[in-house]
């Protein structure tokens, strides 16, 4: 009669065991698959803010109001962990993100303006899981959204600078682009024309 006990409490160790790592298992693939799930690269793209107009220099600064527009971003984006800021080597868009770059203590990376695809690979490997802001032009911002997402947004036209692309890549799947007006208005859809071809 002593040796009864025995095996019902082997009996019920290896259950509560077997439970056990049931569950853990349970918890492992949920958490790979809620992993794997989440949004993994969100990528913020604007075109500069305005600039002044100088018709001999190909470098011009941002006007008062697209001083106004950069100081905009960096109230919209001060909490939003941004760990990455990209611009291009011209004046207007550097300008257009170092309130932003000055807020968060983040470095500007200034990147040649004809190398959309080159920076879009940049951001997919180097980034990969972080938020990243990103300045360019009226033809390379649709450009790097494109790239990015799959999709097929025209050339900003000369007038707009109040137009944001807010792309979000997931590990698995295809890309989401969210676009947004943000700051004050702009002319909508006047000029075709681009400094940077």
Known sequence: MDQT????????TIAVFSLLALILGAVVVFAYFSTFA???????VVRHAEKNIELNNPDPDLSPAGQVRAQEIARMFDNSGVQAIYAT???RTQQTVAPLASKLGVPVVSVEAKQSAELARRILSNNRGQTVFVAGHNNTAPEIVNILSGENYPQIPESE????FIVTIYRFGKARVLQIRYGAVSTQGVGTGTMIK
């Open 5 to 12: 006990p025995e095996p019902r409490t082997r009996t019920r």
């Open 38 to 44: 989440r949004p993994v690269t969100t990528v913020i």
């Open 89 to 91: 080597q011209y004046k």
């Open 161 to 164: 600078y109040d137009n944001m």
